[in-house]
Each structure stands twice: as structure tokens, then as C-alpha cells.
């Protein structure tokens, strides 16, 4: 069974940093492409930052870009996301997602059926 576990989230001041974590289990974890997805109440589920596997590569939003930094880890099947400088509009639930290599690119695979993901982790940036 697929199980992918996000942990972090939080309460923050805008400004402030969090650190998400996510661990994999049931799945071949190299074999994937590894991302985070977030959706705020009332908004359309977006891919915040993902690995490409096939070509080594990472992906970030527009808006994640050089404030948040994914890193994962092979062996230990976990991945991280270092958010900083957050802003109210970062709020928003905080999801792990994997999906086959096989679907690339991941910043439009992890949104589809054929990606996995488990429980959201809650991040609320506060004004």
C-alpha cells in the first residue's frame, strides 16, 4: 500500500519559516517523481515544488520560487520543503505527492489520477 506522510505544518507569522516533511512507503521512492501540492479553501489544487526524475530537475511555481527549496532523500524515502518567507497567501493545506517518472512532468502529473498523496499538513500564515 502507497502511503505518503506529510508533518510540519503550523502557525506562522508572514515572514516566518516552516519545514515540511513527507515520508514514502510502499512504492519504488527512486523510481518517482516526489513534489509538494497545496489548495487553499476555494482554489484549484496547484504544484508548489516537484523533483523530475528523468532529468534531474526541479520545478517551482512562480510563487514558490526562491522562497521554498524541496530536497528529498533516496534512501530514507523522504522528501523536505523548506518554505521561507511565507505570505498569508502560502495558507493552504500541504500535500506529499509521488508519481511515476512515467508521467512527466511532474508539475502536471502530481495533479493527476495517477499520482499519489496522502494526508495534507495545514499551514496558516497569519498577517
Same mark, same amino acid.
Given at each position: 500500500?502507497?502511503? !505518503?506522510?506529510? +508533518?510540519?505544518?503550523? &502557525?506562522?507569522? $508572514?515572514? *516566518?519559516?516552516?519545514? &515540511?516533511?513527507?515520508?514514502?512507503?510502499?512504492?519504488?521512492?527512486?523510481?518517482?517523481?516526489? *513534489?509538494?501540492?497545496?489548495? #487553499?479553501?476555494?482554489?484549484?489544487?496547484? %504544484?508548489? /515544488?516537484?523533483?523530475?526524475?528523468?532529468?534531474?530537475?526541479?520545478?517551482? +511555481?512562480?510563487? $514558490?520560487?526562491?522562497?521554498?527549496?524541496?530536497?528529498?532523500?533516496?534512501?530514507?524515502?523522504?522528501?523536505? !520543503?523548506?518554505?521561507? %518567507? &511565507?505570505?498569508?497567501?502560502?495558507? $493552504?493545506?500541504?500535500?506529499? /505527492? /509521488?508519481?511515476?517518472? !512515467?508521467?512527466?512532468?511532474?508539475?502536471?502529473?502530481? !495533479?493527476?489520477?495517477? #499520482?499519489? +498523496?496522502?494526508? *495534507?499538513? &495545514?499551514?496558516?500564515?497569519?498577517?
Amino acid at each position: 500500500e502507497v502511503q !505518503l506522510q506529510a +508533518s510540519g505544518g503550523g &502557525l506562522v507569522q $508572514a515572514g *516566518g519559516s516552516l519545514r &515540511l516533511s513527507c515520508v514514502g512507503s510502499g512504492f519504488d521512492f527512486d523510481d518517482y517523481d516526489i *513534489g509538494w501540492i497545496r489548495q #487553499a479553501p476555494g482554489t484549484e489544487r496547484e %504544484t508548489v /515544488a516537484c523533483f523530475r526524475n528523468r532529468d534531474g530537475t526541479i520545478y517551482y +511555481s512562480a510563487s $514558490a520560487k526562491g522562497r521554498f527549496f524541496i530536497s528529498r532523500d533516496n534512501t530514507k524515502k523522504t522528501a523536505v !520543503l523548506r518554505m521561507e %518567507t &511565507l505570505r498569508s497567501e502560502d495558507t $493552504a493545506d500541504y500535500y506529499c /505527492a /509521488a508519481v511515476s517518472q !512515467l508521467f512527466s512532468p511532474c508539475e502536471s502529473s502530481m !495533479l493527476s489520477h495517477f #499520482a499519489y +498523496s496522502g494526508r *495534507g499538513t &495545514l499551514v496558516t500564515v497569519s498577517s
